[in-house]
């Protein structure tokens, strides 16, 4: 059993150090370990420094790419070199690297495809009471468009089978943690959380340059969640919002003329017709959002398909 621990990297070259010197070469269960940094695009020496603190394997990025695809293109390359798991942690240091054999655990024992790392929200000092509100905001929507009970959705210290990642992709260029979550649990895949300890904060976040910002990106994220993985219930919500007045007025209009002069009340009928052809729109973008969802499987299965046949075509060929 193989275990490649990877870390996206953004000019890391200060942190990094200390980020890999916490790592294990031994967990229990595995018998290679190997680090991997994903360089998303950095102008400093990250690689050097990488790789004069042990890391074995990197990938390099063109350009400042993000987070959620750095992660992405880790997972495909851990896969390409054989990993059995994959564990994702952060190059600041923020959690701490004891947790590991905790979050593998469960997979190596046949009982989880993904284990995500819970940490004390609640207890961090280093984090703004906004951004903890958010946090657990965030994983009450991950929880119900999921169907988990994920107690830390934003947490990034997370450990992940090799079946599981074949089939993850992410559509969201800010951030992976949610969005993987919701895919893992509406696509059957076993997925837990377990308790971890974080460190002191070594630097300022790269996410959160601002509450404001972080703020508006959160929920942002969320309804962009909400509206690819449950684009028929958003839709059909918005129909509802606006077809029940529509029919509210119409009927007011109809028992108005009964009993007086139509004509002072022509506002009403317009203003119903107005609701009427908006709910309607909703509603065929409703079962058009219902299709599209099922090309989106479709196309994340064939996609899983041929990276599955691509990585045994490597299996086969590689030395024993």
Same mark, same amino acid.
């Given at each position: 059993?193989?275990?490649?621990?990877?870390?996206?990297?953004?000019?890391?070259?200060?942190?990094?150090?200390? $980020?890999? &010197? *916490?790592?294990?070469?031994?967990?229990? =269960?595995?018998? !290679?370990?190997?680090?991997? %940094?994903?360089?998303?695009? #950095?102008?400093?020496?990250?690689?050097?420094?990488?790789?004069?603190?042990?890391?074995?394997?990197?990938?390099?990025?063109?350009?400042?790419?993000?987070?959620?695809?750095?992660?992405?293109?880790?997972?495909?390359?851990?896969?390409?070199?054989?990993?059995?798991?994959?564990?994702? $942690?952060? &190059? *600041?240091?923020?959690?701490?690297?004891? =947790?590991?054999? !905790?979050?593998?655990?469960? %997979?190596?024992?046949?009982? #989880?495809?993904?284990?995500?790392?819970?940490?004390?929200?609640?207890?961090?000092?280093?984090?703004?009471?906004?951004?903890?509100?958010?946090?657990?905001?965030?994983?009450?929507?991950?929880?119900?468009?999921?169907?988990?009970?994920?107690?830390?959705?934003?947490?990034?210290?997370?450990?992940?089978?090799?079946?599981?990642?074949?089939?993850?992709?992410?559509?969201?260029?800010?951030?992976?943690?949610?969005?993987?979550?919701?895919?893992?649990?509406?696509?059957?895949?076993?997925?837990?959380?377990?308790?971890?300890?974080?460190?002191?904060?070594?630097?300022?976040?790269?996410?959160?340059?601002?509450?404001?910002?972080?703020?508006?990106?959160?929920?942002?994220?969320?309804?962009?969640?909400?509206?690819?993985?449950?684009?028929?219930?958003?839709?059909?919500?918005?129909?509802?919002?606006?077809?029940?007045?529509?029919?509210?007025?119409?009927?007011?209009?109809?028992?108005?003329?009964?009993?007086?002069?139509?004509?002072?009340?022509?506002?009403?009928?317009?203003?119903?017709?107005?609701?009427?052809?908006?709910?309607?729109?909703?509603?065929?973008?409703?079962?058009?959002?219902?299709?599209?969802?099922?090309?989106?499987?479709?196309?994340?299965?064939?996609?899983?398909?041929?990276?599955?046949?691509?990585?045994?075509?490597?299996?086969?060929?590689?030395?024993?």
């Amino acid at each position: 059993m193989k275990l490649i621990i990877q870390i996206p990297c953004l000019n890391e070259e200060e942190t990094l150090p200390i $980020t890999l &010197a *916490d790592l294990p070469r031994e967990v229990p =269960g595995f018998d !290679t370990v190997e680090w991997l %940094i994903i360089d998303d695009g #950095s102008t400093d020496n990250t690689v050097a420094v990488g790789k004069a603190h042990g890391v074995d394997h990197v990938v390099s990025m063109r350009h400042n790419s993000g987070l959620a695809r750095a992660f992405m293109a880790g997972l495909e390359a851990c896969l390409r070199l054989g990993a059995d798991v994959i564990v994702n $942690t952060d &190059a *600041d240091n923020q959690y701490r690297a004891s =947790g590991i054999p !905790t979050l593998t655990r469960p %997979i190596v024992a046949g009982e #989880s495809d993904i284990v995500i790392g819970a940490r004390p929200i609640t207890d961090i000092p280093h984090f703004h009471p906004v951004k903890k509100m958010l946090q657990k905001l965030g994983s009450t929507v991950v929880r119900t468009a999921s169907r988990t009970q994920i107690p830390d959705a934003p947490s990034g210290f997370r450990a992940i089978h090799r079946d599981a990642a074949m089939r993850l992709m992410v559509h969201n260029p800010y951030t992976y943690t949610l969005e993987t979550i919701i895919q893992a649990g509406r696509s059957g895949m076993k997925i837990t959380s377990a308790p971890i300890e974080v460190n002191g904060d070594l630097r300022e976040s790269r996410l959160v340059k601002s509450i404001s910002s972080y703020v508006r990106r959160s929920m942002g994220t969320i309804f962009r969640i909400y509206l690819i993985y449950r684009p028929f219930q958003v839709f059909m919500f918005l129909s509802a919002l606006l077809v029940i007045p529509a029919f509210a007025l119409g009927i007011r209009y109809l028992i108005l003329i009964t009993q007086e002069n139509a004509g002072d009340h022509i506002q009403s009928l317009i203003l119903s017709a107005i609701l009427f052809s908006g709910g309607f729109t909703s509603f065929a973008l409703a079962i058009i959002s219902r299709l599209l969802a099922v090309n989106r499987t479709l196309m994340e299965e064939l996609r899983t398909r041929i990276l599955r046949m691509e990585i045994e075509k490597i299996d086969q060929t590689s030395p024993d």
